[in-house]
């Protein structure tokens, strides 16, 4: 029933300055034990014979789990649930956490990492209220190397107060010199009720700069062979996160975990944003559309990558969202010849997808479909 797996681990060594995500800082052992024995419980009853094509152990902070309780996880995962041979396997990482016995395990269980690294700036990352530091991060590089990782991905936040064009440039020079295939560059958001909200103010964020580090960001990777594949995320071809890809594509997620979603191909559910919660096993919050308006929503977030839709992709989804909106039903939306003509969507025969213009004001092409 679904094809891929979401992992979220609800645990940090600290809460960083400018984070909403819901993770526990400085959790204590016990509630990371039966955090572990619940989730082997919950992915026990999973009872469906499909493999899962990709799995993300995400977070929080995957890696700062007591290394016993980590191995459980994995051991769970591979024990209970069925995998694809060549399933993608992620686990999220942060650069403090990773040591040798760490590496080893995670790459005995993953072949793909996502490193939560921010800024290679000490200053930036202070005032991001990271705790790693630059030997952190150049060690868990060289460790997940040294295991022979096959894919690493690197986390980056961009148009932080005081960062300047060139500054930004530098960072992502160092990615390109670490010879990294993957990075997700995200502009800052403060978010209300975060540190950095209280300390900056929530318009800290120079949203002009923003916008001109985002189109530099494309053209500086694109010139060093890591072209731009969704809104956020970069590749060299053929590094591509498959576990969004699908998920941008409309594909089935099961979400376990506090504050995970899951998604059967039109209903979407979420799990209590806290553990007490989860663990008593709380009724999740459900979220239903009609199915008309479910295949608009796919149809948007799959203009989120820079491939858009074709019609056989369209074609594949779950028979009663692609019937409300066929793909015919698609190439007639009202909206659609406006924003061909403002050069935000571009068709080809077969594939509808967004241009430049129209992943840059991806939040404006979401508005006009919805
Ligand atoms: C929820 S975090 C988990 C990853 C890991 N714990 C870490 O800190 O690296 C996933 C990614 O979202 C991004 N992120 C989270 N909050 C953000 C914010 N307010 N603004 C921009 N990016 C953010 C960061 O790049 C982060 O690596
Ligand atoms: S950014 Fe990552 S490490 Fe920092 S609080 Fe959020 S989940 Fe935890």
């Known amino acids: 029933m679904f094809n891929n797996l979401y992992i979220h681990v609800p645990f940090c060594q600290s809460k960083c300055g400018y984070c909403a995500f819901y993770s526990m800082p400085s959790a204590n052992p016990d509630a990371q034990r039966k955090y572990v024995d619940e989730m082997e419980w919950q992915m026990n009853e999973y009872t469906c014979v499909e493999p899962f094509r990709t799995v993300y152990v995400g977070g929080g902070t995957p890696s700062a789990l007591p290394r016993k309780l980590f191995e459980r996880l994995f051991l769970g995962i591979n024990a209970s649930l069925r995998l694809e041979p060549q399933a993608e396997i992620t686990v999220e990482c942060n650069p403090e956490t990773v040591d040798v016995e760490n590496a080893a395990l995670i790459s005995a269980f993953a072949n793909r990492i996502s490193l939560g690294v921010q800024s290679f700036s000490p200053e930036l990352r202070r005032l991001l209220g990271r705790r790693s530091g630059n030997d952190d991060i150049e060690r868990a590089i060289a460790l997940f190397r040294r295991y022979n990782i096959e894919r690493l991905s690197v986390d980056l936040i961009y148009a932080v107060p005081g960062q300047s064009l060139t500054a930004w440039l530098n960072e992502l020079q160092r990615v390109v010199d670490y010879g990294v295939t993957h990075v997700s560059c995200y502009s800052l958001t403060i978010e209300e009720g975060t540190m950095l909200a ?15 580090m985002w189109w530099a960001t494309g053209e500086f990777l694109h010139k060093n062979g890591i072209e731009r594949y ?50 008593t096993r709380d009724p999740v919050e459900m979220d239903e559309l009609d199915c008309g308006d479910r295949a608009r929503e796919i149809f948007a ?6 491939s858009g839709w074709t019609k056989e992709q369209w074609s ?7 019937g409300a909106m066929t793909w015919q039903d698609i190439l007639e939306l009202p909206q659609l010849p406006e924003l061909l ?3 935000l969507l571009v068709f080809e025969p077969e594939r509808l997808s967004p241009t430049e213009q129209g992943l840059a004001f991806w939040d404006d092409v979401a508005q006009a479909i919805l």
Not at 301 to 306: D, E, N, V, Y
């Open 230 to 279: 969704e809104v956020s995320n970069y590749a060299v071809p053929g590094q591509e996160c498959r576990h969004n890809m699908n998920i941008w594509h409309g594909g089935t997620y099961l979400g376990l975990g506090p504050a995970a979603c899951s998604f059967d191909g039109h209903r979407r559910w979420t799990h209590p944003a806290d553990l007490p919660r989860w663990l």
């Open 316 to 322: 594949c989804l779950e028979p009663d969202i692609c």
């Open 341 to 343: 003509r403002q050069n």
């Open 301 to 306: 977030f799959g203009l989120r990558t820079a």
């Open 198 to 212: 209280e300390q900056q103010g929530v318009n800290a964020v120079d949203e002009d700069l923003s916008a001109e």
